[in-house]
């Protein structure tokens, strides 16, 4: 194929515009991992997936942005408010929800088939943005985890926006707006996972007889937070990887035991290929469960 000076030009532009973005992208991963527990995000360019699901300009959940046009973020914030659809806003390139980075409304979205909000399982759910995002350093998709594997990591970074020091905020009439304006910025947290003996039988004990633990990850609270509040749709990482998102599942006594909180995986096949093919524009049925070669988006 004969390619002229100009068009080989273009070619070159693109590839080096690539390869530059692809490069700035590791030092911000290194560097994440050096930020102390409950530390507030000062530079985006650490976590340039990260995205804000707003109705309005409430805060509703954290997401993950994984490919140029879609975010991926937990069910159950967006499971209720279908009719108000077009009141969701999402802010991308931002450490603060309320302002900064790229604002936008939606185009639509759409929530895992086999979610069911009684049950901690395919908590997820992909937000299509009305046009491809401009990627950056500020602004880049991560990449999915692509195969289930054995948990040997000691933690895993979750950022979010916290919902529950932002609830009890509003509540107080001594808190100063320095302090308001400090929880509308994002928050890194290094949370442990629980030993899988102990996270498989407490799933079992929520819904049993079943292989849960290929679909969902538990994770250690937060010390010093609300037991019962999560980090919806917060997405968990490990070396630079998206492994799931947070789960807005709680045990009903959760004030009294704690308890875990849930990650639903994305590697797990039925999450997997529903993502793939959401983003393909495909129909997913029950028996669509084929593996591919390659996973990352």
């Known amino acids: 194929m004969f390619i002229t000076q100009k068009g080989y030009g273009i070619y070159a532009f693109y590839t080096l515009l690539i390869n530059e973005i692809s490069a700035a992208l590791v030092k911000p991963i290194e560097k994440s991992k050096d930020l102390q527990e409950h530390t ?27 490919d140029d046009s879609w975010v991926l973020t937990g069910a159950d914030s967006l499971f209720t408010i279908r009719e108000s659809s077009r009141f969701l806003r999402v802010r991308l390139g931002s450490v603060n929800y309320k302002k900064g980075g790229y604002l936008t409304p939606i185009k639509y979205f759409q929530i895992h088939p086999y979610f069911d909000d009684s049950k901690p399982l395919f908590d997820v759910a992909l937000v299509k943005l009305p046009e491809p995002v401009r990627l950056s350093q500020r602004l880049s998709p991560i990449r999915l985890q692509k195969n289930t594997r054995n ?11 916290p919902m529950y020091q932002l609830q009890n905020l509003t509540k107080s009439h001594y808190e100063s707006m320095e302090q308001i304006r400090l929880h509308r910025v994002l928050t890194v947290s290094h949370l442990h996972p629980t030993d899988p003996d102990v996270c498989s039988e407490e799933i079992d004990m929520l819904i049993p007889y079943r292989n849960n633990t290929k679909y969902i990850m538990c994770l250690e609270s937060n010390i010093g937070t609300d037991p019962c509040q999560r980090d919806i749709g917060a997405p968990v990482v490990l070396n630079g990887i998206l492994w799931g998102v947070i789960s807005s599942w709680k045990p009903e006594d959760c004030d009294v035991e704690g308890g875990s909180s849930f990650v639903t995986l994305v590697a797990a096949i039925e999450v997997n290929s529903w993502i793939h093919s959401t983003i ?18």
């Open 280 to 297: 393909r524009g495909h129909r997913w049925t029950k028996n669509h469960t084929i593996d591919y070669e390659d996973n990352f988006i």
């Open 151 to 161: 948990i040997l990591a000691t933690h895993f970074i979750v950022t979010a926006w």
């Open 40 to 66: 507030m995000v000062t530079d985006i360019k650490l976590f340039p997936y990260m995205v804000a699901i707003l109705k309005k300009s409430t805060y509703l959940s954290a997401g993950a942005l994984i």
